[in-house]
Nanobody
Framework: VQLQASGGGTVQAGASLRLSCAAS????????VGWFRQAPGKERDFVAA????????YYADSVKGRFTLSRDNAGNAVYLQMNSLKPEDTAVYLC????????????????????WGPGTQVTVSS
């Protein structure tokens, strides 16, 4: 699966952005799609994940209630709606895909992901 994240930009605190993670080569049908973010000098942290086959989602506490995952019906895209953005949300956002056989308990571990795409920059000014 080849992945491409898009939709980043520069916004003010309180604004919204919608990120997209598009798949090519294969669909997400047997994968969980995870979003991670990496700020300068920091590790890549888990943000949220959606398991394609049943649309079950999981969010990091830092974004719960502000960010929402959704998917298209064709199996080619997952969206991350980010509302009430804060300066601390500033980072490069990356999407990855982990095969379902790896197990739901692995979705927050970046090293367990099988596929990654290039990230998209999100900058939130105060």
């Amino acid at each position: 699966v080849q992945l491409q994240a898009s939709g980043g930009g520069t916004v003010q605190a309180g604004a919204s952005l919608r990120l997209s993670c598009a798949a090519s080569g294969r669909t997400f049908s047997r994968h969980t799609v995870g979003w991670f973010r990496q700020a300068p000098g920091k590790e890549r942290d888990f943000v949220a994940a959606l398991r394609w086959r049943d649309a079950i989602t999981y969010y990091a506490d830092s974004v719960k209630g502000r960010f929402t995952l959704s998917r298209d019906n064709a199996g080619n895209a997952v969206y991350l709606q980010m509302n009430s953005l804060k300066p601390e949300d500033t980072a490069v956002y990356l999407c990855g895909a982990i095969e379902d056989r790896a197990g739901w308990s692995m979705i927050t571990y970046r090293d367990r992901y099988h596929y990654w795409g290039p990230g998209t920059q999100v900058t939130v000014s105060s």
